[in-house]
Nanobody
Framework: QVRLVESGGGLVQSGGSLRLSCAVS??????MGWFRQAPTKEREFAAG????????LYADSVKGRFTISRDNAKNTVYLQMNSLTPEDTAIYLC?????????????????WGQGTQVTVSS
């Protein structure tokens, strides 16, 4: 059974930091991604990373503030989020993709976690 389980969300003040984790079991994916969905908004891509060459891809809205990383031995991907603002408030979901390269389109990912809530207060 394939499972992706996010953790690390919570409430943080504006300017603060959080580190999200996504533990994967039952499968190894070539590409991992982080997406987020805020209330009344569509799901949007935040960051992605390839397993083979560790290349990364970021949305413009998080570039320079968020860092995606992965521990292949633990089959876990992380999202370090710094300089958080209230606009970053959302449910954050990780996703796994068999394809070799990180992409922004959610429909290209094969498995999804349930998400973890991140709330940034002003």
């Amino acid at each position: 059974q394939v499972r992706l389980v996010e953790s690390g969300g919570g409430l943080v003040q504006s300017g603060g930091s959080l580190r999200l984790s996504c533990a994967v079991s039952g499968r190894t994916f070539n590409t991992m991604g982080w997406f987020r969905q805020a209330p009344t908004k569509e799901r949007e891509f935040a960051a992605g990373m390839n397993r083979t060459d560790a290349a990364t891809l970021y949305a413009d809205s998080v570039k320079g503030r968020f860092t995606i990383s992965r521990d292949n031995a633990k089959n876990t991907v992380y999202l370090q989020m710094n300089s958080l603002t209230p606009e970053d408030t959302a449910i954050y979901l990780c996703a796994g993709r068999y394809g070799l390269t990180a992409v922004r389109e959610g429909w290209q990912y094969d498995y999804w976690g349930q998400g973890t809530q991140v709330t940034v207060s002003s």
